[in-house]
Structures are given as C-alpha cells and as structure tokens.
C-alpha cells in the first residue's frame, strides 16, 4: 500500500507508520482520537471534508482533558489534515483518522515524562453498516436491526463518554461484539439508569408524533457532530426537536427511530429486540433528513457551504 501517514510532523509510508510495543496509549487507553468523513463530489471533481474545524476542536477539548499537548495549534492541525487528503490524492469518499496519544513507556500510570504523540491517516470509506461493519449482511439503506445492550454506557464521572478517548471504546466494542453475536446490526445501550443513551458508535433519534426526540448530554452521550448537524437540518425542516431523557419502552413504541455518526451517517433503524419500529419500514422523516444530510456533506446544498472544507 502506497498511502501516506502523517506522524509527528512527517508523512511516512503506511508499513512503516508504527508505535513501540510500551506505547501507553496501547497498554491504557491514553490516546484521543477523531473520525472524519471528506466526501467526493464527482461532478465538482472536489472532496469535501465535513465539519473538519469542529472534529479538530472537540480533538483539542478532550486532549486538555487527558493532559495531552502536541506542537501544532488547533488551527495549524486542520491544515493537516487537509493535506494528508491531499497527499494521498483519493478521490473517492474516505475517512480520516488522527489520533494523539501518550507515547512510549508503558510501566506507570502517571503518564508524563512519556512523549506526546499524534498521527493523522486516511482510508477509503463507504457506508458503515453495509461495508464496514465486520462484513455484516446489512443493508443499511433498508434499516438496522439493533437490540438494548446487556452493558451499560460508562458514566462520565468513571470515563467521560462526552470525548473520543480510546480506552472508553472498550464498552462500545463489548456492546458491538455482543450485538452482533446475537444477530443484530447494532448495540443501543442504555445509560446506568436505565435511559436511552447511544448506539456503540452513533447518537440515537426517535420520532413521534412529528416531533423529534434525542438524548441530552447529560445521558452519557458522545457530543455528536453528526447530531449537532441532524438538529440544525430538522429546525430547517421545521421539525421540533427535544432533548430528554427517553426510557427504554419508547424505543418499542416509536414511530421512527434513526442513528447518527460519522462513519455510520443517518442510519435508519427499522427494529429493537425484534420488534418492528413503525410500519418496520424506514419512516418518512428519517428519509427526508438522511437525503437532507447526504446534500449538506456531499456539496450539493450551499446553504450548508460553511460545513464543508474543500481539499483539492
Ligand atoms: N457516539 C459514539 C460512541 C461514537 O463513537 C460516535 C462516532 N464518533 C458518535 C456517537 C457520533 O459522533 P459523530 O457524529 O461526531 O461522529
């Protein structure tokens, strides 16, 4: 493979673009990471990458979290990332990864006197739940199949769920693995008190009644941008949308329910522990706002221009 990865400041081949086996990151989790989509608009013959500024500023909140600091400002790593698109000239729709995290000597919890470390790579991505979910059979134009989680979402005074740490991805991974053994496409996993909180790697959306209904912050969610996006498109829509707390038995009774997220887009769900959502059709209003979603980050709608940053 020929692609290019930005480590510490210099672009090194995909074979060579390694970590030491005492990396801490590796032994406990001590790393931030991103996921971002740059999407290919043919017919412009530009990739646009979506909400790049806002992907790098949660990046840089969660790194003050875990005390991780790297040589470019925020701004600096957007420019970046645009490059490492750029370097590797894909065009196609592909997914961008940085990630920065406490590096090598591994013994020690206390992390300083460790070197911080960030890479950024690129790969190419197509849908999620059809493509990329472990060669799942899934049809996610069709709708999902997703059942409640035996594992509680973590809480935020144990492993802040509000920011993209590494270690934190184990109760996604347990609540996918478990998912997926079982039949489903995917995990929803309920908050330690038993309210709706996130899928393993995607916010939740209910429909009913016309109105919109999702998950507060307070429910132990990932502050999604994908989300923050679906908000914006449904007041434009002049659909209402409320943030609260929702209980596990308005999943079963709702007329449409919807993930959002960066690699899995806005993923319908057509049904919960084996009962149908709605008619267990993919619902009206999840198919306006996925089409609304689509236009937004592929460049077909210039009201939404100031999500997108083109590369080439
Ligand atoms: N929740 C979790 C646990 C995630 O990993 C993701 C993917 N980053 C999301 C929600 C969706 O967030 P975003 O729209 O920012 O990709």
Not at 220 to 231: H, K, N, Q, S
Not at 297 to 310: I, K, V
Request: charged fraction near 20%; hydrophobic fraction near 40%; charge should be negative.
């Amino acid at each position: 493979m020929s692609r290019k990865v930005l480590m510490n400041g210099a672009y090194v081949e995909w074979d060579d673009a390694t970590v030491h086996i005492s990396t801490h990151a590796l032994h406990y989790g001590t790393a931030v990471f991103e996921g971002i989509r740059a999407y290919y608009n043919d017919e412009k013959g530009q990739s646009f990458i979506f909400r790049l500024r806002e992907h790098v500023a949660r990046l840089y909140r969660n790194m003050r979290v875990l005390r991780l600091s790297i040589p470019l400002s925020a701004h600096e790593f957007v420019d970046a990332a645009v490059d490492v698109v750029r370097q590797n000239e894909l065009k196609e729709d592909v997914y961008i990864r940085p990630i920065v995290y406490w590096g090598a000597g591994a013994v020690g919890l206390y992390p300083f006197g460790r070197a911080n470390e960030y890479a950024i790579y690129v790969e190419p991505m197509g849908m999620y739940f059809a493509d990329v979910n472990a060669g799942l059979e899934t049809d996610g134009d069709k709708g999902l199949k997703t059942c409640v989680s035996s594992w509680a979402r973590l809480s935020d005074n144990s492993l802040p769920p509000t920011g993209k740490f590494s270690g934190a991805y184990v109760n996604s991974v347990l609540a996918k693995v478990e998912a997926v053994q079982n039949g489903y496409d995917e995990a929803l996993l309920l908050t330690k008190d038993g309210f709706v909180s996130e899928g393993s790697g995607e916010n939740v959306f209910l429909v009913r009644n016309g109105t919109v209904l999702t998950p507060p912050v307070s429910e132990d969610i990932l502050e999604g941008i994908t989300r923050d996006a679906v908000i914006t498109l449904c007041a434009d829509h002049d659909y209402r949308v409320i943030e609260r707390r929702i209980s596990r038995s308005e999943l079963y009774s709702a007329d449409e329910l919807f993930f959002t997220g960066t690699a899995g887009e806005v993923a319908p769900i057509t049904s919960v522990d084996g009962i149908s959502i709605g008619n267990g059709a993919v619902g009206r209003i999840t198919h306006e706002l996925k089409d609304a979603y689509f236009n937004a980050a592929r460049g077909n709608d210039p009201h939404y221009s100031s999500w997108l940053t083109p590369v080439f």
